[in-house]
């Protein structure tokens, strides 16, 4: 299972990685336009700074709508850095994009994927990652998870090698439902990583321990 952060922000990224337990980045239009980051070569800086202190997969996405436009931004991010993963909506042009850079060994994303059938058509045309969002479902009253779980099952059950990529975590408790269901990446917030960690029983049993501790080395 891979631990990837949803974020284009480098202390976020810094911080999650200083962890130990990061894998990768996933940024898109969004998230690099959170921090302020204008024009392509910023960007381009920005995706390389990131790979550099990740050493892991990094998304980067086209802005692009058609099939000429999404291979030549994604030829020129592919170029940045051997971590970068072109990142390519679940579009019919999208899907054309995959099978080229697949063709060619490029890595992509194929992202922005809320069905069943776009999974099929990303694994079908060789992405190497396929980005359910999960979050964004559920904001419509769908069932986020239940999809991921959905796309899992049949990718098993037809032997594609596509990887599973939970997208749009909104908190701690999705990234466990994504889990059980067979999610093979999730990427996250920092905060909702962070929160693996709380538990108050390990609050309340350190407190304790460290006040014994104490209690003792002051006789
Ligand atoms: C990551 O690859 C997606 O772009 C991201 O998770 C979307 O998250 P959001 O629905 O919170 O914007």
């Known amino acids: 299972m891979?631990?990837?952060i949803d974020t284009a922000n480098l202390d976020q990224i810094r911080?999650?990685?200083k962890l130990g337990v990061l894998d990768g980045v996933t940024t898109n239009p969004s998230l690099m336009a959170k921090e302020h980051i204008r024009g392509e070569e910023a960007c381009?800086?920005?995706?390389?700074?990131?790979?550099r202190m990740v050493g892991g997969d990094v998304s980067a996405e086209v802005i692009?709508?058609?099939?000429?436009?999404?291979?030549r931004e994604g030829e020129a991010l592919a170029a940045l850095d051997p971590h970068i993963v072109v990142k390519l909506p679940c579009t019919a042009d999208g899907i054309r994009a995959v099978?080229?850079?697949a063709d060619r060994g490029v890595r992509t994303n194929c992202t922005l994927v809320f069905s069943v059938g776009q999974a099929l058509l990303a694994a079908k045309a060789g992405a190497t990652y396929v980005s359910p969002f999960v979050g964004r479902l559920d904001d419509i009253s769908?069932?986020?998870v239940g999809l991921v779980a959905h796309i899992v099952r049949v990718y098993r059950t037809y032997g594609f090698k596509t990887q599973v990529l939970a997208a749009s975590i909104r908190h701690t408790h999705h990234i466990i439902q994504c889990l059980d269901a067979g999610a093979d990446v999730?990427?996250?917030?920092?905060q909702a990583?962070?929160?693996l960690l709380k538990h108050p029983l390990t609050e309340s049993g350190l407190a304790q321990f460290l006040a014994d501790h104490a209690r003792v080395n002051q006789e």
């Open 2 to 4: 891979k631990f990837f």
């Open 15 to 17: 911080e999650a990685h």
């Open 44 to 51: 381009n800086r920005h995706y390389v700074e990131i790979c």
């Open 64 to 71: 692009a709508t058609d099939f000429e436009g999404m291979i």
């Open 99 to 101: 099978r080229w850079f």
């Open 142 to 144: 769908e069932d986020g």
């Open 186 to 190: 999730v990427t996250c917030p920092l």
């Open 193 to 195: 990583i962070l929160g």
